[in-house]
């Protein structure tokens, strides 16, 4: 980062390669207070991104956290049908 001589931009700075000037476009030239407010417009977007995602995440948290709940009913439910069943299965086996 440089600062600038010229009259028309006292002491504004600059980010350049050391051969680069304002009317010479071969060489990296951008005025920082550009180029910190283009960052700035690009940090804005990539926080606002991560916001949707974070609203996203949680709403994905709370529709798995429902279908393991479901899930766990279901096995519940499966484990009685089970034992139900093998219940039967005795209770006929020493009957007949």
Known sequence: MRTA????????????????????????FKWTDVSVYEEMEDMIKKVETIENLEMETRVCET???????????????LKN????????ILFFKFIF
């Open 5 to 28: 001589n010229t009259v028309r931009n006292p002491g504004r700075l600059f980010h350049s390669c050391p051969h680069g000037r304002e009317w010479d476009w071969f060489h990296t």
């Open 81 to 88: 049908i089970f034992g139900f069943v093998l219940v039967m």
């Open 63 to 77: 529709v798995f956290e429902k279908e393991i709940q479901e899930c766990k009913m279901q096995l519940r439910s």
